[in-house]
């Protein structure tokens, strides 16, 4: 009899990015990662910015990711849980997932317990101090108002508009490995502010693109998912613990 009694998260895939044959071979290895999972994992967070850009009209989503929409559905007939975060560049997620996958949409925040440990799950966009100019952009991007206003545009303009826009992201535009120390990350000093009034056993975000697991006191703890452009890292939790591990790590 399997036991499914892992819970895996990973964040910022950003299929789309990077022309279609660098999205396919990243799409084909995150095919290949999921497979690896599908005989212990309980439930599946994937932590926002699984795509570079999606947006659901009424009757057309953008085309392409067979591969991966496939292996979801493999998985969650399987019997494993999904879970979806809204990222910065896959915000305007609606329905489509929820009816096909039965998968959960998270928008912001998601706070639950498992294992023994209290868990504080966020893409970690718009969070932490700086970033004023995207906060703000962001509540615009995700007002309804704005959204009826994306789809009065005809798809193969408004994705085409947004594909183009997408070309001058972080993302696209990266020419390695962000770094910064960590006592500088916006998201650890929003976990280091947050703990002052409640505690969490683990902190887990994406966004950052900065694989990452720090002690932030001696019963909680910050990680970050990193990303599949370069560091193929995820996070995988186990008997209360969280241990963050690269799949097909590069050898370069």
């Known amino acids: ?7 895996y998260f990973a964040s910022d895939i950003h299929l789309g990015a990077l022309g279609h044959a660098s999205s396919r071979v990243r799409e084909d290895r995150f095919v290949r990662w999921l497979g690896s999972i599908k005989h212990d994992a309980a439930e599946l967070f994937l932590m926002g910015d699984v795509f570079e850009f999606w947006f659901e009209y009424k009757t057309v989503v953008p085309k392409g990711y067979i591969r991966f929409l496939g292996k979801l559905a493999e998985l969650v007939d399987a019997g494993i849980k999904l879970y979806l975060f809204k990222g910065n560049h896959d915000m305007w997620m609606f329905d489509y997932f929820v009816n096909e996958l039965n998968a959960t949409i998270i928008s912001d925040e998601l706070i639950l317990e ?43 303009l408004g994705i085409g508009i947004a594909n183009n826009w997408s070309q001058h992201s972080r993302v696209t535009n990266a020419t390695g490995r962000e770094r910064k120390l960590f006592e500088n990350e916006w998201l650890v000093s929003f976990a280091r502010e947050t703990l002052k009034t409640t505690h969490y056993d683990y902190f887990v975000f994406g966004h950052r693109h900065i694989p990452m697991m720090v002690p932030l006191s001696d019963s909680s703890s910050y990680v970050n998912l990193g990303e599949w452009i370069f560091s193929n890292s995820y996070a995988i939790m186990e008997n209360g613990q969280i241990q963050l591990l690269y799949f097909e790590p590069p050898t370069a």
């Open 1 to 7: 009899m399997v036991t499914r009694n892992k819970i």
């Open 114 to 156: 498992r294992q023994g440990k209290k868990l504080y799950l966020h893409h970690g966009d718009g969070l932490g101090p700086g970033d004023t100019k995207y906060k703000f952009l962001k509540k615009i991007f995700r007002s309804r108002f704005c959204q009826w206003l994306f789809e009065r545009i005809h798809p193969n």
